[in-house]
T-cell receptor, first 116, second 114 residues
């Protein structure tokens, strides 16, 4: 069964450094998402991406964050100048179409980002 | 304000027993409601998706209900198994003319005891 993959599974970085989290969505999917889950808290939507541009973004997704689909398979989340409070699990997800209908949204296993 | 509230926050039941988890939402305009299962340290896995016109949806031992009038949903788990121990998250989507919002509940942490 096709699945969303994410690398690395765990990333440790120093405060102020830039990190890039990588995701490979399911191949025939058109919508891609990044979510964040701080330890012990609920999942929060960051951004959705469609047709090579941002479709939606939350208040969390400020200028520190950017997303890119550098080739036909990868979908990346870049966090510039990381802060301690960026430590969280970051989930990538993809769906065939917008999640407003009955389209399944498939989540990857997550990347645990630890900022020290 | 768009909100999704889940109850109980946590629940412990014995293996083989049934349980029901609740989700109340104030999201508008409603598009769909999803229940996810999230094992510790893993990504959420979809259990059910319901749109406005659906009031019940089953997936094996999981049955979700939706009352769009009262804006309530429930997830019923039948004959629980140890592997059902996880967080169960209710997620509601709103769709506007040119945008959509996805709002997550805080989840119910379910523990199944042998």
């Amino acid at each position: 069964e096709p699945e969303v993959t994410q690398t690395p599974s765990h990333q440790v970085t120093q405060m102020g450094q830039e990190v890039i989290l990588r995701c490979v969505p399911i191949s025939n999917h058109l919508y891609f998402y990044w979510y964040r889950q701080i330890l012990g808290q609920k999942v929060e939507f960051l951004v959705s991406f469609y047709n090579n541009e941002i479709s939606e973004k939350s208040e969390i997704f400020d200028d520190q964050f950017s997303v890119e689909r550098p080739d036909g398979s990868n979908f990346t989340l870049k966090i510039r100048s990381t802060k301690l409070e960026d430590s969280a699990m970051y989930f990538c997800a993809s769906s065939e179409d917008r999640p407003t209908g009955s389209y399944e949204q498939y989540f990857g296993p997550g990347t645990r980002l630890t900022v020290t | 304000k768009n909100q999704v509230e889940q109850s109980p926050q946590s629940l412990i039941i014995l293996e083989g027993k049934n349980c029901t988890l609740q989700c109340n939402y104030t999201v508008s305009p409603f598009s769909n409601l999803r229940w996810y299962k999230q094992d510790t340290g893993r990504g959420p896995v979809s259990l059910t998706i319901m749109t406005f016109s659906e009031n019940t949806k089953s997936n094996g031992r999981y049955t979700a209900t939706l009352d769009a009038d009262t804006k309530q949903s429930s997830l019923h788990i039948t004959a629980s198994q140890l592997s059902d121990s996880a967080s169960y998250i209710c997620v509601v989507s709103a769709h506007y003319s040119s945008a959509s919002k996805i709002i997550f509940g805080s989840g119910t942490r379910l523990s199944i005891r042998p």
